[in-house]
């Protein structure tokens, strides 16, 4: 039997309220063990269980530590991309008076790293609020507002404070450069160039900063320094997407032939996002042309790209390709079809779906026909027009669609593809309200889709024909355009439809253009000769080519209705009295003459043909633009 020494046996209980204190201050000294080993689970929990039962001193020093253990393991989480696991560590934070406000700067980190933006933003917006030194957190929520709000004006803002104690961050002035480009197109042209040549003086040799200032440099047509830029981005590797963007700037300054030859980088962008090329280019590449290939004697496919717009405008350079090979056949978009076989090319033309069933030498992108044609600005084939449709379609969809009678009839396209909103070409509907308005006006829209809902919004005092519905391939948009008197239209494929049908146009431009219109004043826009443009003088400035082109419209009302009245087909209720005079002198020079006063001798007295009832009623106002 073993024994025990009775110098162990303890009679006296210990008493409780110490023993309390004892185990708290071990559970101190174990949480803080714990967390300095990185056992963070163990201790923080630990730490949690002992602050209820703490007196003030204790409880402020210890909280003090727990709440420094926490910070360090959700930044250890963060780091490792545990996000959520970070947020919840915050979270418990916060249940504790006193902890630090950078918890609100880490949270908004954390939500924007998870991708709840909006959550980022207030927590970033509280930090910013209660903050004495914020100027870091202007660039967290520059950059969440830039990237996932998407608002560049607010960005802007944000940036610009940020800049206050980030002087030699060329990051920040190259974003503030590239924002207000983007945001402004021409406006505060002297902040663009500043902002992105601070930039360059800090980061020389950073590629983006030398594309950004090239661009910024070319849009404003500082055409010298532009191309100093752009030569010192070729030294930098530089990318495909810079090479294109090299191309348009050439071809936008009327550099036809190394223009072109950049532009071909296009299928190999690395910001292509989800734009997708016809099959051919990914699984055919071998019989693709390329410059050094010799075409004479050979069978040549000319294969749409993209757009039904691009494929309109360089199915012009059929006629030139085909004197330097032996033949040429064309795959075009099954929308075309109909419309380019009326329009007697000389070609085959096939779909898409053909193309594993034919046999030719090599296949040529539409887009660098250029290269192969050798075309120059001043040699563009076929500016006049190069599509037609027959006459009886156009008189079967005109008696089917259009309605009968003698008021003035106006096409318009307002809108394009999404490709064209990120480019400022669409312009806001209601600022062709005032055309919808006119008397003796007919507006028809030859919209398709109506992306933003805008033709449902139209005043009830403003007129729009929605003919686009009645559009089934662009046939049936060439038989409509021929219906019309005018088309009114912005940058999108319906003007490259009236432009190679030859139809009279007026071309609403934006300040800044896509990189093909290089002439966008004068009586044309050389690629097509029926397009008169009309262009803001700066960015969105909408209303001031709109007010010349209601100008003209209001003119061409004016002459039609003189028209009708010489030939008595109409009788005005409100004649607009000095303005068919002018229209009437004007159609006497134009026609040379031609409508001459007949002269009758009856018992004695002069008549003459009647051209003059407008002088026996009250002239009408003319109508001011808007």
Not at 481 to 498: E, K, Q
Not at 593 to 610: D, E, F, P
């Amino acid at each position: 039997m073993v024994q025990i020494s009775k110098r162990l046996v303890v009679s006296r209980e210990i008493p409780l309220d110490e023993s309390k204190a004892l185990i708290s201050s071990l559970d101190t000294a174990l949480a803080e063990y714990y967390c300095l080993h990185k056992d963070y689970d163990k201790g923080l929990k630990l730490y949690r269980e002992i602050l209820p039962k703490l007196n003030t001193e204790e409880y402020n020093r210890t909280l003090s530590a727990y709440i420094g253990f926490s910070m360090q393991y959700a930044q250890e989480m963060s780091s490792n991309k545990k996000f959520i696991e970070a947020i919840e560590i915050y979270r418990d934070i916060m249940k504790y008076s006193g902890y630090p406000i950078n918890v609100y700067k880490n949270i908004g980190l954390c939500m924007k790293a998870i991708g709840n933006a909006d959550l980022a933003i207030k927590f970033l917006k509280r930090f910013e609020e209660i903050s004495f030194d914020k100027e870091d957190v202007y660039v967290y929520l520059a950059d969440i507002t830039y990237t996932d709000i998407k608002d560049n004006v607010k960005a802007i803002e944000y940036y610009e404070k940020a800049l206050l104690k980030n002087q030699d961050n060329f990051s920040i002035y190259n974003m503030l450069g590239h924002l207000y480009s983007t945001c402004y197109q021409d406006k505060y042209k002297d902040k663009q160039i500043y902002y992105l040549t601070k930039a360059f003086e800090l980061a020389p040799q950073n590629r983006i900063v030398v594309k950004n200032l090239a661009y910024v440099l070319g849009k404003f047509d500082e055409i010298e320094r532009a191309d100093e830029f752009y030569a010192k981005l070729m030294y930098l590797n530089p990318t495909h997407s810079d090479l294109h963007s090299y191309g348009a700037y050439l071809v936008k300054h009327q550099r036809f032939a190394e223009g072109f030859k950049f532009l071909q980088h296009r299928f190999q962008k690395e910001d292509l996002g989800n734009v997708a090329f016809p099959q051919i280019y990914l699984t055919n590449k071998k019989k693709r042309w390329n410059i050094k290939l010799n075409i004479e004697n050979k069978h040549i496919l000319v294969h749409f790209e993209q757009g039904f717009g691009d494929s309109i405008m360089f199915v012009r350079f059929l006629d030139e390709l085909k004197k330097r090979c032996a033949k040429v056949s064309l795959v075009v978009q099954d929308g075309l079809i109909n419309l380019f076989q009326s329009s007697d090319l000389g070609v085959d033309i096939y779909k898409e779906a053909d193309v594993p069933k034919l046999s030719y030498d090599y296949y040529v992108p539409m887009m660098d026909l250029p290269i192969i044609c050798e075309t120059k600005p001043t040699t563009i084939p076929r500016a006049e027009g190069y599509l037609k449709v027959s006459r009886d379609r156009i008189e079967a969809y005109r008696k089917e669609h259009i309605n009968d009678n003698n008021k003035l009839k106006i096409g318009i396209a307002f809108e394009g593809t999404l490709a064209s909103k990120e480019t400022d070409r669409d312009i806001p509907l209601h600022y062709l309200y005032g055309l919808m308005r006119l008397p003796d006006v007919e507006v028809y829209s030859f919209q398709v889709d109506d992306l933003s809902n805008q033709m449902d919004r139209i005043p009830e005092d403003a007129q729009l024909i929605r003919l686009g519905r009645t559009f089934h391939n662009w046939e049936d948009t060439a038989c409509a355009m021929n219906c019309m008197d005018l088309m009114i239209t912005t940058d999108n494929g319906v003007m490259n439809l009236a432009g190679a049908l030859g139809i009279k146009t007026f071309g609403l431009f934006n300040r800044i253009t896509e990189w093909r219109w290089f002439k966008t004043q004068g009586e044309d826009i050389a690629w097509y000769k029926s397009i008169k443009p009309f262009q803001a003088p700066t960015a969105g400035a909408w209303e001031i080519p709109v007010a010349l082109v209601m100008k003209e419209v209001e003119e061409l009302r004016c002459k039609k209705l003189a028209k009708e009245i010489k030939l008595g087909s109409k009788v005005l209720k409100t004649p607009v009295k000095e303005t068919v005079k002018n229209v009437e002198v004007e159609e006497k020079t134009e026609k040379k003459n031609t409508v001459k006063t007949t002269v009758k001798k009856t018992s004695g007295a002069k008549t003459t043909k009647q051209a003059k009832p407008a002088k026996s009623t009250k002239p009408a106002s003319k109508k001011k633009s808007v």
